[in-house]
């Protein structure tokens, strides 16, 4: 073995760490793939529907031009004309149209089935009776009210005329002083208002209508022939005392469910404030039901021109006379040139697409961390002496790493298949976005690896967050971002939900290119983030934000967490109180209830009690491990009573001494060497390895430290030599003298030759893993190891030469470990303790205890397995009460009860039978 050359450093636990991440990632190559093909299926998707979407519904006759055939050959078309006058108000969009043309005004009336009456919610006496719905006949309501109600009555009275008169020469003309108005949905264009297109009839509100009051008109609008039906509709002005009355009847009678019964709608309504001769104040409401509103996308023209001019003329004639008005001949569109309806999939749907490729890093993160956590393999590195700093960096720079390559691809990809979601928003703002996320998005995943230590539940757990948020963000979030009227600190709450910010972000990137594609301009720039509805600038803050904070407190928890209860919540303090120790410093400890233990102790456990405090008091010790009152009690659960597991332990280990610790399970070894390495934080007591005590400082203690845990810690796709120059490194092993001692511990256990080394652990028997264990235990001469069970699964063979690695071992480094196999004890230990029942029966070198206690031989022979019944036969002729206590091919162990049997009968028996079989081996102890 190579000699130790101090800690490592932080620039040396970082390389070793990040060679092992890389050749693990190398090693998950189709993970990988997976991975990325997530993306890539999803961008060939969106482009696969685009495809479909500009075949089936973009080059439909319903987005193009309206047309018709003008001259056929046979069934043949072969000459048609094209334009608005053939088109409906869906097509005019995409028509050329130099010279828009030019609609009369109209008011936006309630249909016959909506219009305001009196009913069991609202039951103003003036309001017209319910009967009139049967036969369309309600009238059409405006609701007045002000400071002066006979001037504002009077304003009311002047509003509708008394008859309707047309001019055949001048229709356009004649039908502007008419007061018009329609039932029939606004467009967002009015190339072709669907009010002159549709076969809905359009009203002439009166004040009061006659019999034979429908009228039908002809004319020509710019190229369109209009053929329309005017009927008469009464107006009708009701008097409220204020406009909390108006409110309130409103809102009862606004479109709340399906049942008509719930509709009251109004024409309009007028506050006239303190208006009279001298001046004109006034507040309108109108009808936004039919603004068609489709989010932050385009809206409806709303008819509201014509109430304004409505009431406008109202005062205008009150005060100038009857024969004053402004005139309002017409509604026209701006020209347009011929347009194409254009509309980008990735841009409308593919925000909920985006989010769920992003967040799937999440739980790919998410579960890297907690299978660590799950395999103990965090500690294991921990205890071999990686710190939380260079895990921290190495790691998280590690899945930055990893979530950067993807989101490039992710980009990259999209854009080169021609999403325009990506090739219209700015790269820079794209950037910005993606990097602080993900940052987010890294830190959240290790804060919450800390709430999981089972793999299975963090996976599923992590793609109900992906797959959860993704529909909550369109099915709910967007529906409150969209509505205008929902307050926008509660939108800022809600973004403080990462997964709705990056919701947020992806919607803002969608409807900017949604727009940018429509229009022919490009999508978000820097200078639209100062735009009002623009929420990207927020959201860019609250990330930002949430990741330094997140990342603070995900560290300070992991630091805890991983201590495994040896550090406290505020173990930070611990700093500003502890002064360097030059030798031991016994703590101050309530020492009365060794005195129960002292009692009832054997002499020589009692003796190392007493050389533990002899050894406490001196100012300077070659002792590696020194063990002073040791105690871990378990709290009762569930009615059961607390649980003693290590029961006031002393004991003193020099350097170079093998201790070895038997006993039954559940005696309490597992939980002594938990507390030594760092794993359990003791009740009472302490101990101290190099001078360094196990409470405090424990960081140092892992330098010079190694473990052969019970269980194989190991990294299945990982090789046994990747194994040891990773745990080498941490050692600070380095070059030649890295190789040599990785060399030299392969070929120690065995596991050099035959190509076993570049195999992956993943594949070696049990017998292999726990050889590497042991080796990984042994790398970079630890001062002290600690080894649980070592030879547990092996065969003869390889046992033996485990424990001849183990006795070379020992030279210079104190070794605890503990077995159930006395032989095995004897064989490696210097020394043993029983332990039973979480205490220290007694201790002393192995011939000692067998003179002392031991009443009977064990006997061990291997031959080949035809003859084992033999060797059993020879066993009971020898003495009939032997016990069988071990068998494994050809290996058999008896014991043999010492006033059965002479050692000089059993040595003649073997010999004996040497002259019948071979006998591969045989021992007696």
Same mark, same amino acid.
């Given at each position: 073995?190579?000699?130790?050359?101090?800690?490592?450093?932080?620039?040396?636990?970082?390389?070793?760490?990040?060679?092992?991440?890389?050749?693990?990632?190398?090693?998950?190559?189709?993970?990988?793939?997976?991975?990325?093909?997530?993306?890539?299926?999803?961008?060939?998707?969106?482009?696969?529907?685009?495809?479909?979407?500009?075949?089936?519904?973009?080059?439909?006759?319903?987005?193009?031009?309206?047309?018709?055939?003008?001259?056929?050959?046979?069934?043949?078309?072969?000459?048609?004309?094209?334009?608005?006058?053939?088109?409906?108000?869906?097509?005019?969009?995409?028509? #050329?149209?130099?010279?828009?043309?030019?609609?009369?005004?109209?008011?936006?009336?309630?249909?016959?089935?909506?219009?305001?009456?009196?009913?069991?919610?609202?039951?103003?006496?003036?309001?017209?009776?319910?009967?009139?719905?049967?036969?369309?006949?309600?009238?059409?309501?405006?609701?007045?009210?002000?400071?002066?109600?006979?001037?504002?009555?009077?304003?009311?009275?002047?509003?509708?005329?008394?008859?309707?008169?047309?001019?055949?020469?001048?229709?356009?003309?004649?039908?502007?002083?008419?007061?018009?108005?329609?039932?029939?949905?606004?467009?967002?264009?009015?190339?072709?208002?669907?009010?002159?297109?549709?076969?809905?009839?359009? #009203?002439?509100?009166?004040?009061?209508?006659?019999?034979?009051?429908?009228?039908?008109?002809?004319?020509?609008?710019?190229?369109?022939?209009?053929?329309?039906?005017?009927?008469?509709?009464?107006?009708?002005?009701?008097?409220?005392?204020?406009?909390?009355?108006?409110?309130?009847?409103?809102?009862?009678?606004?479109?709340?469910?399906?049942?008509?019964?719930?509709?009251?709608?109004?024409?309009?309504?007028?506050?006239?404030?303190?208006?009279?001769?001298?001046?004109?104040?006034?507040?309108?409401?109108?009808?936004?039901?039919?603004?068609?509103?489709?989010?932050?996308?385009?809206?409806?023209?709303?008819?509201?021109?014509?109430?304004?001019?409505?009431?406008?003329?109202?005062?205008?004639?009150?005060?100038?006379?009857?024969?004053?008005?402004?005139?309002?001949?017409?509604?026209?569109?701006?020209?347009?040139?011929?347009?194409?309806?254009?509309?980008?999939?990735?841009?409308?749907?593919?925000?909920?697409?985006?989010?769920?490729?992003?967040?799937?890093?999440?739980?790919?993160?998410?579960?890297?961390?907690?299978?660590?956590?799950?395999?103990?393999?965090?500690?294991?590195?921990?205890?071999?002496?990686?710190?939380?700093?260079?895990?921290?960096?190495?790691?998280?720079?590690?899945?930055?790493?990893?979530?950067?390559?993807?989101?490039?691809?992710?980009?990259?990809?999209?854009?080169?298949?021609?999403?325009?979601?990506?090739?219209?928003?700015?790269?820079?703002?794209?950037?910005?976005?993606?990097?602080?996320?993900?940052?987010?998005?890294?830190?959240?995943?290790?804060?919450?690896?800390?709430?999981?230590?089972?793999?299975?539940?963090?996976?599923?757990?992590?793609?109900?967050?992906?797959?959860?948020?993704?529909?909550?963000?369109?099915?709910?979030?967007?529906?409150?971002?969209?509505?205008?009227?929902?307050?926008?600190?509660?939108?800022?709450?809600?973004?403080?939900?990462?997964?709705?910010?990056?919701?947020?972000?992806?919607?803002?990137?969608?409807?900017?290119?949604?727009?940018?594609?429509?229009?022919?301009?490009?999508?978000?720039?820097?200078?639209?983030?100062?735009?009002?509805?623009?929420?990207?600038?927020?959201?860019?803050?609250?990330?930002?934000?949430?990741?330094?904070?997140?990342?603070?407190?995900?560290?300070?928890?992991?630091?805890?967490?991983?201590?495994?209860?040896?550090?406290?919540?505020?173990?930070?303090?611990?700093?500003?109180?502890?002064?360097?120790?030059?030798?031991?410093?016994?703590?101050?400890?309530?020492?009365?209830?060794?005195?129960?233990?002292?009692?009832?102790?054997?002499?020589?456990?009692?003796?190392?009690?007493?050389?533990?405090?002899?050894?406490?008091?001196?100012?300077?010790?070659?002792?590696?491990?020194?063990?002073?009152?040791?105690?871990?009690?378990?709290?009762?659960?569930?009615?059961?009573?607390?649980?003693?597991?290590?029961?006031?332990?002393?004991?003193?280990?020099?350097?170079?001494?093998?201790?070895?610790?038997?006993?039954?399970?559940?005696?309490?070894?597992?939980?002594?060497?938990?507390?030594?390495?760092?794993?359990?934080?003791?009740?009472?007591?302490?101990?101290?390895?190099?001078?360094?005590?196990?409470?405090?400082?424990?960081?140092?203690?892992?330098?010079?430290?190694?473990?052969?845990?019970?269980?194989?810690?190991?990294?299945?796709?990982?090789?046994?030599?990747?194994?040891?120059?990773?745990?080498?490194?941490?050692?600070?092993?380095?070059?030649?003298?890295?190789?040599?001692?990785?060399?030299?511990?392969?070929?120690?256990?065995?596991?050099?030759?035959?190509?076993?080394?570049?195999?992956?652990?993943?594949?070696?028997?049990?017998?292999?893993?726990?050889?590497?264990?042991?080796?990984?235990?042994?790398?970079?001469?630890?001062?002290?190891?600690?080894?649980?069970?070592?030879?547990?699964?092996?065969?003869?063979?390889?046992?033996?030469?485990?424990?001849?690695?183990?006795?070379?071992?020992?030279?210079?480094?104190?070794?605890?470990?503990?077995?159930?196999?006395?032989?095995?004890?004897?064989?490696?230990?210097?020394?043993?303790?029983?332990?039973?029942?979480?205490?220290?029966?007694?201790?002393?070198?192995?011939?000692?205890?067998?003179?002392?206690?031991?009443?009977?031989?064990?006997?061990?022979?291997?031959?080949?397995?035809?003859?084992?019944?033999?060797?059993?036969?020879?066993?009971?002729?020898?003495?009939?009460?032997?016990?069988?206590?071990?068998?494994?091919?050809?290996?058999?162990?008896?014991?043999?009860?010492?006033?059965?049997?002479?050692?000089?009968?059993?040595?003649?028996?073997?010999?004996?039978?040497?002259?019948?079989?071979?006998?591969?081996?045989?021992?007696?102890?």
């Amino acid at each position: 073995m190579a000699s130790s050359l101090g800690p490592a450093s932080f620039a040396t636990q970082t390389n070793a760490l990040l060679r092992k991440n890389l050749t693990f990632q190398k090693r998950n190559v189709r993970t990988n793939i997976r991975l990325i093909s997530f993306p890539i299926i999803l961008c060939l998707l969106l482009v696969l529907l685009q495809v479909l979407f500009d075949r089936l519904v973009n080059n439909s006759d319903d987005f193009k031009c309206g047309c018709i055939c003008v001259r056929r050959n046979g069934n043949k078309c072969v000459e048609e004309k094209c334009g608005i006058e053939y088109s409906d108000p869906d097509q005019a969009q995409s028509c #050329y149209i130099p010279q828009p043309p030019q609609w009369p005004p109209i008011l936006q009336v309630p249909a016959a089935e909506y219009r305001a009456v009196r009913n069991d919610f609202i039951t103003y006496p003036d309001l017209p009776n319910a009967a009139c719905r049967i036969n369309n006949s309600c009238p059409a309501i405006i609701f007045l009210t002000g400071s002066n109600r006979s001037f504002g009555e009077t304003l009311g009275k002047n509003m509708f005329m008394d008859t309707f008169s047309v001019d055949p020469s001048n229709i356009l003309a004649s039908l502007a002083p008419n007061i018009l108005g329609s039932d029939s949905m606004p467009e967002i264009i009015n190339y072709v208002d669907p009010a002159f297109s549709s076969d809905d009839p359009i #009203y002439s509100l009166q004040s009061q209508c006659k019999s034979n009051s429908t009228f039908v008109v002809r004319a020509q609008l710019s190229s369109i022939n209009v053929t329309q039906e005017i009927r008469c509709l009464q107006g009708l002005n009701l008097w409220r005392k204020s406009s909390s009355e108006i409110n309130d009847e409103l809102y009862k009678g606004y479109r709340k469910g399906n049942s008509e019964r719930k509709i009251n709608e109004i024409l309009a309504a007028y506050d006239f404030l303190n208006s009279d001769l001298n001046k004109f104040n006034v507040s309108i409401w109108y009808n936004s039901t039919y603004k068609n509103d489709t989010g932050n996308g385009p809206i409806a023209m709303l008819r509201v021109p014509r109430s304004i001019n409505l009431v406008s003329n109202s005062y205008l004639r009150s005060v100038l006379g009857p024969g004053t008005q402004i005139l309002f001949d017409f509604v026209k569109e701006m020209p347009k040139t011929f347009s194409r309806l254009k509309l980008d999939i990735s841009s409308i749907i593919g925000t909920l697409f985006f989010t769920w490729v992003v967040l799937q890093l999440f739980p790919v993160i998410l579960t890297a961390l907690v299978y660590e956590k799950q395999q103990k393999l965090r500690i294991m590195m921990k205890m071999h002496g990686l710190g939380d700093g260079p895990y921290w960096v190495i790691s998280y720079a590690y899945f930055f790493s990893i979530s950067f390559l993807y989101m490039l691809c992710f980009v990259v990809f999209g854009s080169l298949v021609g999403l325009r979601f990506f090739l219209l928003n700015s790269y820079s703002i794209q950037f910005v976005f993606y990097f602080i996320y993900i940052n987010l998005q890294i830190s959240l995943a290790f804060l919450v690896a800390a709430l999981f230590s089972n793999l299975k539940t963090a996976s599923v757990i992590g793609y109900i967050f992906v797959f959860g948020t993704g529909l909550l963000g369109a099915f709910l979030f967007q529906s409150f971002v969209q509505d205008q009227s929902f307050p926008r600190p509660w939108i800022t709450v809600m973004e403080l939900y990462p997964g709705f910010a990056l919701y947020r972000g992806l919607y803002e990137f969608g409807q900017y290119s949604f727009r940018g594609h429509y229009m022919g301009t490009d999508g978000m720039t820097w200078a639209d983030l100062g735009d009002s509805g623009n929420g990207m600038i927020e959201i860019l803050i609250i990330m930002a934000v949430e990741w330094l904070v997140v990342v603070g407190i995900a560290y300070y928890v992991d630091k805890i967490v991983s201590s495994r209860g040896t550090k406290g919540p505020l173990f930070f303090l611990r700093n500003f109180k502890k002064k360097p120790r030059s030798s031991f410093q016994r703590p101050s400890l309530r020492r009365q209830d060794s005195k129960v233990f002292v009692e009832m102790e054997k002499a020589d456990v009692t003796q190392e009690r007493e050389r533990v405090e002899q050894l406490l008091l001196e100012p300077s010790t070659n002792h590696a491990i020194i063990s002073d009152n040791l105690r871990k009690i378990y709290p009762g659960r569930d009615g059961n009573p607390e649980k003693v597991a290590v029961n006031g332990l002393s004991l003193a280990l020099p350097s170079g001494e093998c201790f070895g610790m038997l006993g039954p399970n559940g005696a309490g070894k597992t939980t002594f060497i938990s507390m030594m390495i760092g794993i359990t934080k003791p009740t009472a007591g302490t101990a101290y390895v190099q001078g360094m005590d196990i409470q405090t400082d424990m960081d140092r203690i892992y330098t010079s430290m190694g473990v052969c845990p019970q269980d194989d810690l190991l990294w299945e796709t990982l090789t046994g030599r990747e194994h040891l120059l990773f745990y080498g490194r941490l050692k600070n092993l380095k070059g030649s003298a890295l190789s040599q001692a990785v060399e030299e511990s392969l070929k120690s256990v065995n596991l050099f030759h035959g190509g076993v080394a570049d195999k992956q652990a993943g594949k070696y028997s049990g017998g292999m893993k726990r050889r590497l264990s042991v080796a990984i235990s042994l790398i970079g001469d630890p001062k002290v190891v600690y080894m649980d069970e070592p030879s547990t699964g092996l065969d003869p063979a390889s046992r033996s030469n485990l424990w001849n690695v183990v006795k070379r071992a020992k030279q210079g480094r104190a070794i605890v470990l503990t077995t159930h196999s006395m032989e095995e004890a004897e064989a490696l230990c210097d020394r043993l303790g029983i332990f039973v029942d979480g205490g220290l029966q007694c201790i002393g070198n192995a011939k000692e205890l067998k003179a002392r206690y031991g009443g009977s031989f064990v006997f061990t022979m291997t031959t080949s397995a035809d003859h084992e019944e033999e060797v059993e036969r020879m066993v009971r002729r020898l003495s009939p009460g032997a016990n069988k206590i071990y068998h494994i091919s050809g290996t058999q162990k008896f014991e043999l009860p010492k006033q059965e049997v002479r050692v000089a009968d059993v040595f003649q028996a073997v010999e004996d039978a040497k002259s019948r079989f071979t006998v591969f081996r045989m021992g007696l102890g």
